[in-house]
Every structure is written in structure tokens, then in C-alpha cells.
């Protein structure tokens, strides 16, 4: 093995390129704190052809959901299938263990949406894009 490295952008690599840093990243994490139980959480919202029309993402470890995406094809917003999707995956969460629940998103996303379920915004970037923010929330699920 050779000690000669080098920096290589490629904004368009292979998806398991990219999988090999997160991998390294969560290996190293569950390695220093010993937490190794981890459930990845993938609902999605289909229509009667089995298309995908939205769907929630995301994965519980440490005894917390991290919801990583939540997505609802336009034609079928407003109908409640953000809200089930979501509570699907805290049944989810709390059925693998977690007690707590956390998300990003974007004032100009759902947040009224989540702030209706029960999570608060415990921090945000503002000005992220431009004029907007980015909020964290956190909710309980206990």
C-alpha cells in the first residue's frame, strides 16, 4: 500500500463511492461508542400501479430516528399522506427503540407540518439558501 495521496473531485460519483464515506463514517461511530444497533427506515406512498408517490427515510440509532427525507408528490399534498408517512416512520423509531426523533428542513419546506406533530426547532441556519432557513427539529417520542 502506497502513503501517496491525492485530492479527486467527482461530484458525479457512483452512489457506492459515496456509500463507502458514510460506511467508514458509521463504523467509526458505532467503534468509539459501542452502539452498534442500527435499522434503517424506508416507507413509501404508492399508487395503485406501484408507482412511488412519496415516501419518509431515514434510520434509528442511539435511540433516536433521524428522519433523513420526507417527500409527498405534489398532486397529493394537503391530503395527509406527509403526516401518515411521518407517523409511520416514528411507529418505526419506537418499535426498533428510539425514544427521541430529529429532522432538517427548510422554512420554505414543511415545517408547520412537523410543528403540528409535536417537534420544536432546536436550532437553524439562517440565510441558507438566501433569504430562507434551514431548521433542526427534535421531538419525543416517549
Known sequence: ??????LSSEPDAPPARVARIIDAIDAWNMDVTGVRDYRPVAIFLRDDDGEVRGGVTGGVWGGWLHVV??????PLRGQGHGRALLLA???????AGA?????ETHTFQAPGLYQRLGYVIVGELLDYPPGERQLILRKELE
Open 1 to 6: 500500500m502506497t502513503d501517496h495521496v491525492r
Open 69 to 74: 427525507a420526507l417527500w409527498v408528490d405534489e
Open 89 to 95: 416512520a416514528e411507529a418505526e423509531g419506537r418499535a
Open 99 to 103: 425514544r427521541h426523533a430529529f429532522l
